[in-house]
């Protein structure tokens, strides 16, 4: 059974960090691509970054140079540090891991910035 387990959200203030986790189960999880997803309230889930198994990294425009994806395979997990939030940031996080056909998601983990 695949798990992915997103933690690390919360209530921030602008300007703001917080450092997602999503610990990963059932999954040979060295070989998979992982990536982070967002979905604010009225709108369309969006990607926001990639890690894929070799290790090279893709962002959203609207993040790049504010976060960060890094994973550590030893712990079948992935991160994503947030900095200098923003309220547009504010949105359900998700954790996707992928392959070929293969995809799971995560349950999400609300992150709520206040200005």
């Known amino acids: 059974q695949v798990q992915l387990v997103e933690s690390g959200g919360g209530l921030v203030q602008h300007g703001g960090s917080l450092r997602l986790s999503c610990a990963a189960s059932g999954i040979r999880f060295s070989v998979f691509d992982m990536g982070w997803y967002r979905q604010a309230p009225g709108k369309q889930r969006e990607l926001v970054a990639t890690i894929v198994s070799g290790g090279t990294t893709t962002y959203a425009d609207f993040v790049k140079g504010r976060f960060t994806i890094s994973r550590d395979n030893a712990k079948n997990s992935v991160f994503l540090q947030m900095n200098s939030l923003e309220s547009e940031d504010t949105a359900v996080y998700y954790c996707?891991?992928?392959?070929?056909?293969?995809?799971?998601w995560g349950q999400g983990t609300q992150v709520t910035v206040s200005s």
């Open positions: 996707k891991a992928f392959r070929g056909p293969l995809n799971y």
